[in-house]
C-alpha cells in the first residue's frame, strides 16, 4: 500500500481532501469520483461531448436551471488522490479550453 500523507496544498482540492480525512474517509480503497466541467454556453459544442466522451466514457449532461448555469459530469473509477484529481481536472481542462470549458469541481460520495 502507498504511503499516505495528509499534507495536501492549501488549496480548493486540499480543502476537500482534509475534510475527507478529517470524516474518516478510506483512502485505500477506489472510489467513483464525479468531476464536472462548466463551459462558457450550454449546451456545449458536439465536438467537445465527442471529446470528452472519447477519453472518459459516458456523459451526464445537466442543463442549465434555477440552482446553476448547467455542467457536464464525467466519472473516474480509482484511488481518490491530490495528484490523481488534480491531474484529470488539468487534463480534462486543457482539452475543453478550446471550446469555453473548465474542470474545476469534482466529488466523490463515501
Not at 474518516?24 to 449546451?43: E, I, L, M, T
Amino acid at each position: 500500500m502507498a504511503e499516505f500523507t495528509d499534507d495536501w496544498p492549501d488549496d480548493a482540492d486540499g480543502s476537500v481532501f482534509r475534510n475527507l480525512a478529517a470524516n474518516a474517509f478510506d483512502f485505500s480503497k477506489q472510489y467513483s469520483v464525479d468531476y464536472n466541467v462548466d463551459f462558457d454556453s450550454c449546451p456545449p459544442q458536439a465536438a467537445a461531448l465527442d471529446l470528452l466522451r472519447a477519453m472518459y466514457g459516458e456523459l451526464g449532461l445537466y442543463p442549465p436551471d434555477e440552482h446553476g448555469d448547467g455542467y457536464v459530469q464525467f466519472q473516474v473509477l480509482g484511488k481518490v488522490s491530490y495528484e490523481g484529481v488534480t491531474s484529470v481536472q488539468r487534463q480534462a481542462s486543457a482539452a475543453m479550453g478550446q471550446f469555453g470549458g473548465v474542470c474545476e469541481s469534482w466529488g466523490v460520495l463515501h
